[in-house]
């Protein structure tokens, strides 16, 4: 069984940068694919950015030159650097680990960038 935490997320004004991270608990591989995908009030859940299991970085085209992920294996957590924020980044932001029996997700952070 995996567990992950989010943590991170706030209220900040446009422009400003925030830092998410996901911690995970039981059972790790580095080699695990993770990411963060959001969700924004009507609408469908969407893919910010992953590390896939070969190690390759995809980011949505919303999130390049702005958002950066990175990843501390030896503490089972993976960070999203976003900068530059803009109101429409408004979301909820939820972390994801894929293992050999299935994906987890964490609990949500709500991001809001407003004035």
């Known amino acids: 069984q995996v567990q992950l935490v989010e943590s991170g997320g706030g209220l900040v004004q446009p422009g400003g940068s925030l830092r998410l991270s996901c911690a995970a608990s039981?059972?790790?591989?580095?080699?695990?694919?993770m990411g963060w995908f959001r969700q924004a009030p009507g609408k469908q859940r969407e893919l910010v950015v992953k590390i896939t299991t070969g190690g390759n970085i995809n980011y949505a085209d919303s999130a390049k030159g702005r958002f950066t992920i990175s990843r501390d294996n030896a503490k089972n957590t993976v960070y999203l650097q976003m900068n530059s924020l803009k109101p429409e980044d408004t979301a909820v932001y939820y972390c994801?680990?894929?293992?050999?029996?299935?994906?987890?997700w964490g609990q949500g952070t709500q991001v809001t960038v407003s004035s």
């Open positions: 994801y680990i894929d293992t050999p029996s299935g994906r987890y």
């Open positions: 039981g059972s790790i591989s580095r080699l695990y694919g």
